[in-house]
């Protein structure tokens, strides 16, 4: 009786524990990108400001993951997503009274690195110890699916609170709804009672980073997600100010950022169910090298509501279906018990890429006017991280691989 609770009832609790975090944690920070005009004004200063402010928190978000990981994978997940939980609310109720740029700045900082501990690297660490190797990867797609759907959900609501009470009291709503979050941070300490998590554990931290570093395909898959980071941040940070620009409606960028995130549901869920069959890596290449194709289409079309509309949909599909492959290929080769810290170095490269997407996309704007060469940078990327993932080998270490013999 016991066995069949560990085995069935304890991933069925992590993974809604999880997939609530993700839902509020992606809802809050996918939304900042309707602060950047409303903030940018206040503060009467640039988007490089507001960009550089979102910047460091994708960074700090990326600089915590192996931090927090490691966190994880030694003391539990809930300990960590909760301590993470804590640090967003601190940066939330800074931001409420920003007065200087400084403010900003610090308060995306702090939200960054608490974002951290209540992301994904503490999450699908969770979620990848947890269930049994032949369903992993759909799990944890539908985990992250969970993230994507609270960005179709939250995106409108908190757009709509700024256009009700202003942008400053709708930050102190968002404070009681990150608090809702600890409630689900409990669920993720089932998670090293799980079975799967006990496999492997001889290793010790050093050993894994030094197997990890060593590994060429590891190496390709963590400069790769530095795309992915690159492409979803400039799009959440700066679409709705590019669309406000082509003299749209105030809802058409909430709205878009809302769709890419329901569909990315569907591509999450989906390509997670293909990675439990399908190669991985190539399933990788083709995410990145449609991504590419969809910017290039992008920057030639006569930009309209239906448009923006569309391309939002077919972006969700591409958008974060990135995460549970590469998270389960780490999963393959190096096995679940420092998967936390292993994918949160990985997440790192990940952040960087978000740095320099959401800082470079206002950096360019404010030097020529119009964000045409970001579009352009980010066509070639896409077909550069595609190409990238072909030589990645999708199997056990060795180590593992003498456990199966």
Known sequence: MKSYFNQNFIPLLVIIGGSALLLISFGIRHSFGLYLLPISNYLSVGREVFGFAAALQVLMIGIGSPIFGAISDKYGSGKASLLGILLVIIGLAWMV????????????????????????????????????????????????????????????????????????????????????????????????????????????????????????????????????????????????????????????????????????????????????????KNLLALLYSLRGLLFLIFIFLPKTELTILLFSCILGILWLSTVPLTSGIITVVFGPYYMSMLYGIAFMSHQVGSFLGSWLGGRLFDTYGSYELMWWICVILGFISAWMHLPIVEKPVQRLASQHT
């Open 97 to 280: 009274n920003v007065e200087t740029s400084f403010d900003i700045i610090g308060s995306q900082f702090i939200f960054g690195l608490g974002g951290a501990g209540c992301g994904t690297a503490v999450v699908l660490g969770a979620v990848g110890r947890s269930v049994k190797s032949e369903n992993r990867t759909l799990a944890l797609g539908v985990v992250m699916a969970a993230g994507s759907f609270g960005q179709f959900v939250m995106v409108p609501l908190i757009g709509y609170l700024i256009k009700i009470f202003g942008w400053s009291q709708s930050l102190i709503y968002l404070c009681f709804i990150a608090g809702i979050m600890m409630i689900f941070s409990f669920a993720l300490n089932f998670s090293k009672k799980s079975e799967s998590s006990k496999k492997g554990t001889t290793q010790s931290l050093k050993e894994a980073l030094k197997e990890a570093f060593k590994s060429k395909s590891y190496n390709l898959l963590t400069l790769g997600f530095f795309v992915c980071g690159f492409h979803v941040t400039f799009v959440a940070v700066h679409l709705p100010a590019f669309i406000e620009d082509e003299n749209l409606p105030f809802w058409v960028g909430g709205w878009a950022l809302a769709l890419i995130g329901l569909f990315n549901v569907i591509g999450t869920i989906y390509f997670g169910y293909l990675g439990d069959r399908l190669s991985k």
